[in-house]
């Protein structure tokens, strides 16, 4: 399995390979090798992906690719059109027009480092990319352990649309579930954005602020109930895609994430 990354590495796939139907399948690999497949082959996925990044051989578009975050099936599928809150048909790759491709981590008070830092460590290393960190004011903001901090080099206000924004958990975001500053940025940034996405219980501001209303999404498993109660419907997946908004479930997801935005923008 571990030189065939590239392929459609789902659930159906691997059945028909297996001679098995997909439900026999999953069961009887999880009592073999003591998970899912889909966890299996995502382990798989990032372990070779930080392997080829690390050798530097290759850039990160490629790396995305070769380990297979490209292949749609292995993540959510489209919300149907009929679905509340639509978000529309899904995104064309990130776009270029001879610019930097700009995109936005909001930081807060109390975020986990590992949900802004993973997918900084992927998206900077995009081709014509810029990452910024930007906070409702500048200057620093550290994470929930106080032993890391981040500085924010723009405010909220300087840098209303960005191409692409990532939402990053940490306990800070339920103090900010009813933050209107925060929220509207959101709404506002989401309005002409490529791509909408968060890592942990980043999807409760996404959530909150109305753009997973009728989306399935999912949040760090203990905050399940709270995502159900602003709108969204809460699954299980590590990264799950609706349109043109990814959320990613717990902190190193969201390079998993990261990788899918890395292979869409190879087109």
């Known amino acids: 399995m571990v030189d065939h990354l590239d392929e459609d590495l789902s659930v159906p796939a691997l059945a028909v390979r297996a001679y098995m139907s997909p439900r026999n399948f999953a069961r009887a690999f999880k009592r073999e090798v003591g998970m899912t497949p889909a966890a299996y082959v995502e382990a798989l996925r990032v372990e070779r992906a ?51 491709m700009q995109i936005a981590i909001p930081l807060y008070d109390r975020f986990t480092a590992l949900d802004a830092v993973g997918p900084y460590e992927v998206l900077s290393r995009l081709p014509g990319a810029t990452v910024h960190f930007i906070a409702a004011e500048t200057g ?45 940025w959101i709404r ?58 990814i959320t990613a479930a717990g902190v190193s997801s969201g390079i998993d994430m990261a990788l899918v935005l890395a292979a869409e923008n190879r087109g």
């Open 140 to 184: 620093m903001k550290r994470t929930e352990t106080d032993m890391l901090g981040i500085n924010a080099d723009l405010s909220l206000a300087e840098l209303t649309e960005p191409d692409v924004f990532v939402i990053p958990g940490g306990y800070g975001t339920r103090a900010l579930i009813e933050d209107a500053q925060m929220l509207n």
């Open 188 to 245: 506002h940034a989401h309005e002409t954005s490529e791509w909408t996405t968060s890592v942990c219980t980043g999807s409760l501001l996404l959530a909150a602020a109305g753009i997973l209303d009728g989306l399935e999404a999912t949040t760090h498993w203990l905050e399940y109930d709270l995502l159900e109660r602003l709108g969204a419907k809460p699954v299980s997946r590590r990264v799950v895609r609706q349109g043109k908004v």
């Open 50 to 100: 930080r392997g080829l990044l690390e050798t530097g051989a290759e850039g990160v578009e490629q790396v995305a690719l070769r380990c297979g975050f490209g292949h749609r099936r292995d993540h959510a599928p489209c919300v149907p059109q009929t679905a509340r809150g639509e978000p529309g048909r899904l995104s064309r790759p990130i776009p270029r027009e001879g610019r930097l």
